[in-house]
């Protein structure tokens, strides 16, 4: 799993327990996971389509640096699998898993349509 993007948590991502609040965290998650997926694709209309359990193994602190984690599970006709994890820079632990997050590219009329990849592309093979 390659780990794209690293957050940094402030004060406003706290929760009243002064931890990471897991609804930020899920926020990053699923930027995270759109932004990968329209790199991927090639295409900027994506979305969400479903996101597995979510388990929540340790947390975070403010000051903390979080990492994100993405990897493709499945390519499929119109949407792409990946596997997430979020860990914690610091006490290098793993703060939760997703097993599947399945994104969905759409056509400009907002409907599912194949994508047309089969394998993970890196973009200085995109420049050759
Ligand atoms: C980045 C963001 O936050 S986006 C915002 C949040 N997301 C949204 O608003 C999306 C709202 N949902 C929708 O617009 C629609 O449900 C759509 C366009 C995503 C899908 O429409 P559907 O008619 O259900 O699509 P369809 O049945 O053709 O399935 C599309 C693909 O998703 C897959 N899929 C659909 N439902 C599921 C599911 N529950 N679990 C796993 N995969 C699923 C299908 O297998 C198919 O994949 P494939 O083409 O690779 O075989």
Redesign the pocket.
């Known amino acids: 799993m390659r780990f794209h993007s690293r957050k940094w948590v402030k004060p406003e991502d706290l929760n009243p327990n002064g931890t990471l609040f897991g609804g930020r965290l899920l926020e990053w998650i ?1 930027e995270e ?2 932004l990968y997926t329209i790199i991927q694709l090639e295409n900027s209309r ?5 996101i597995s359990e979510i388990n929540f193994m340790s947390s975070a602190k403010e000051g903390d640096i979080v990492e994100l984690g993405m990897e493709v599970t499945k390519f ?4 792409l699998t990946l596997k997430c994890e979020a860990r914690n820079k610091m006490t290098r632990e793993t703060i939760l898993t997703v097993d599947n997050i ?1 994104m ?1 590219n ?1 056509n400009e009329h ?3 349509t ?1 994508h047309g990849k089969t394998e993970v592309e890196f973009v200085k093979d995109r420049l050759k």
């Open positions: 699923d996971a759109a994506i979305v969400t389509k479903y499929g006709k119109s949407s399945i969905v759409l907002g409907k599912p194949p």
